[in-house]
């Protein structure tokens, strides 16, 4: 299985901060990664597929990078709705492998 | 409007079968195949197969072959998840999602908790 490392595992940030949450696979999954956002007690939403493209609906405050093995999520002037775990996910290889997930929480 | 709705929590004892469902709608449901994604209680997404509804291909996790059916019935639009003999290592929430074929969950369903406890 190809193994997905996300860091931080959880941080703290102020309202209007920019974070970058960044994920790393095992091996090479060309661009073939998606960003999910999920809040306590909710469903999982997508947010990115294919490293940097924005699901329909999502707000522009999100963007995705990278290929190959290291990736990163950021998202700019973070708001409280903002707080969640993000994970990401590969989709190259079966099984699909999720990251750890990382908490994000408004100081 | 595009849904996946599960069907409602269980509670179920050791060794029992179950078999939860999502069932989609406002869709072509054989044009997005489905996955199954485990979620225990305070811990991350874990991925555990998909099924393509126009052929009933399957791939599933090797953390979960043969512990797991996962079938659909496109003649009402449902995909499901089953357990022949439940363990107290199964409680956690459930979830489906639909996507297109080799692409990430675009849409996911509500979620089914099932608890498993003697």
């Known amino acids: 299985d190809i193994q997905m490392t996300q860091s931080p595992s959880s941080l703290s940030a102020s309202v209007g901060d920019r974070v970058t949450i960044t994920c790393r696979a095992s091996?090479?999954?060309?661009?073939?990664l998606a960003w999910l956002q999920q809040k306590p007690g909710k469903a999982p939403k997508t947010l990115i597929y294919?490293?940097?493209s924005l699901e329909s609906g999502v707000p522009l405050k999100f963007s995705g990078s990278g290929s190959g093995t290291d990736f990163a999520l950021t998202i700019t002037s973070l708001q409280p709705e903002d707080s969640a775990t993000y994970y990401c996910?590969?989709?190259?290889?079966?099984?699909?492998?999720f990251g750890g997930g990382t908490k994000v929480e408004i100081k | 409007e595009v849904q996946l709705v599960q069907s409602g929590a269980e509670v179920k004892k050791p060794g029992e079968s179950l078999t939860i469902s999502c069932q989609g709608s406002?869709?072509?449901?054989?044009?997005?195949?489905i996955t199954w994604v485990r979620q225990k209680p305070g811990k991350g997404l874990e991925w555990m197969g998909r099924?393509?509804?126009?052929?009933?291909?399957?791939n599933y996790s090797p953390s979960f072959q043969g512990h797991v059916t996962i079938s659909v019935d496109k003649s009402i639009s449902t995909a499901y998840l089953q357990w022949s003999s439940l363990k107290t290592s199964d409680t956690a929430m459930y979830y489906c999602?639909?996507?297109?074929?080799?692409?990430?969950?675009?849409?996911w369903g509500q979620g089914t908790l099932v608890t498993v406890s003697s």
């Open positions: 406002g869709y072509i449901f054989t044009t997005y195949w």
């Open positions: 999602a639909r996507h297109f074929a080799a692409m990430p969950p675009r849409d």
């Open positions: 099924i393509d509804p126009s052929d009933s291909y399957i």
């Open positions: 294919g490293a940097s």
């Open positions: 091996q090479g999954i060309r661009n073939d």
């Open positions: 996910q590969q989709y190259s290889t079966y099984p699909h492998t």
